[in-house]
């Protein structure tokens, strides 16, 4: 059965696929056109140069991101305390949120409520990949809450068996790169909120 791919893994391919194709492409682009090995070797190693750049800015960035949306503190948190920020997270979002008791949750660590539908979630703060328990236990909160939708919550990944077991069971599986979107927006919120604050204080 074939995993599925971890995102620093794909980008990892698709930089390496970058370099390769940037190295024979610029080498038999100028040979082509120069008939000269030296002017080829040249250009190539000024090609090369610019991707390198390229990827460093882009890695650079990726940081600079991580750093603002503030994984790194959630992946040093206890369950508890990422469970609470998720409610914090969700109320952003307009959920209502609450936070079940810390033991006999039933399969969710939240419950979730907008528009008149109630949405259960399953909170796993993990230093690994999320298996399929975890889709299993929050599947099986939804008829215990009243729910209409269930959620897994990770600041990590998912192996391949969760992936299939929550599509089958309509589970939605948030993961570390959405996590950090979802943080990502509510700071925007909080800042623009802040600034308007400010603003309205200040006239």
């Given amino acids: 059965m074939a995993r599925r791919k971890s995102k620093a893994k794909q ?17 038999a682009l100028t040979y082509t056109l120069t008939k000269s090995i030296q002017v080829s070797i040249i250009v190539c190693i000024l090609v090369v140069a610019v991707v390198i750049a390229a990827l460093i800015s882009r890695k650079l960035k990726h940081e600079e991101r991580l ?17 609470q920020y998720l409610g914090h997270l969700f109320r952003s979002q307009g959920y209502k949120a609450e936070v079940t008791q810390a033991t006999g949750d039933y399969g969710a660590d939240l419950v979730l409520s907008k528009d008149g539908k109630r949405i259960v979630v399953q909170a796993k703060r993990y230093s690994k990949n999320v298996g399929l328990k975890a889709v ?5 909160a939804v008829s215990h809450y009243g729910a209409s939708a269930a959620w897994v919550v990770t600041n990590r990944d998912y192996t391949e068996q969760a992936y299939k077991l929550a599509n089958s069971n309509n589970v939605r599986l948030i993961g570390r790169e959405e996590l950090i979107e979802m943080l990502l927006q509510m700071r925007e ?15």
């Fill in 136 to 140: 299993q236990e929050v599947r099986g």
């Fill in 189 to 203: 919120k909080m800042t623009a909120a802040k600034r308007a604050s400010n603003a309205k204080t200040s006239a």
């Fill in 11 to 27: 980008e990892e391919e698709f930089v390496n696929g970058v370099m390769v194709l940037s190295l024979f492409g610029s080498l």
């Fill in 67 to 83: 750093k603002k949306s503030g994984i790194a503190e959630i992946d040093k948190m206890e369950g508890v305390q990422f469970e």
